[in-house]
C-alpha cells in the first residue's frame, strides 16, 4: 500500500512565501516523477510544476520566476518553495508521485490529500 501525504499550505499575505511538502511512503520499488498541481475555485487543477528522479524540473510558465521544486530521493519527498506569493495562487494544492510499487508492473499515478494556500491581507 503506497500513501503520498502532504504538509505546509495555510494563510499568507501577499508578498509573503509558503513552503509545501510531500512524502511518498509504504510499499514502494521506485519512485519516478514528483510534482504539484493547483485547483483555484472555479478552475480546472493546473500542473504547477514537476520534478523527475534525476532532479530535471519543469515549471509551467512563469511560475519559474516565484516558486522552486526540489526533492529529496532518500526520503521519497518532494518541496515546493513558493515566494512573492500574489491573491492568483490561492489555490488547493495537490501532489503527485509516480511510483511503481513492486517490480513486476508499470508505474502509477499516487495523489496527496490536498491542501489549501490562501494568499490574503
Known amino acids: 500500500q503506497v500513501q503520498v501525504v502532504q504538509s505546509g499550505g495555510g494563510l499568507v499575505q501577499p508578498g509573503g512565501s509558503l513552503r509545501l511538502s510531500c512524502t511518498a511512503s509504504?510499499?514502494?520499488?521506485?519512485?519516478?516523477?514528483m510534482g504539484w498541481y493547483r485547483q483555484a475555485p472555479g478552475k480546472q487543477r493546473a500542473l504547477v510544476a514537476s520534478?523527475?528522479?534525476?532532479?530535471?524540473?519543469y515549471y509551467t510558465p512563469p511560475l519559474e520566476e516565484r516558486f522552486t521544486i526540489s526533492r529529496d530521493n532518500a526520503a521519497n519527498t518532494v518541496f515546493l518553495q513558493m515566494d512573492k506569493l500574489t491573491a492568483e495562487d490561492t489555490a488547493v494544492y495537490y501532489c503527485?508521485?509516480?511510483?511503481?510499487?513492486?517490480?513486476?508492473?508499470?508505474?502509477?499515478?499516487?495523489w496527496g490529500q490536498g491542501t489549501q494556500v490562501t494568499v490574503s491581507s
Open positions: 520534478i523527475s528522479d534525476n532532479y530535471a524540473a
Open positions: 503527485f508521485a509516480n511510483i511503481q510499487p513492486d517490480t513486476s508492473g508499470g508505474p502509477e499515478k499516487f
Open positions: 509504504g510499499n514502494i520499488f521506485s519512485v519516478y516523477t
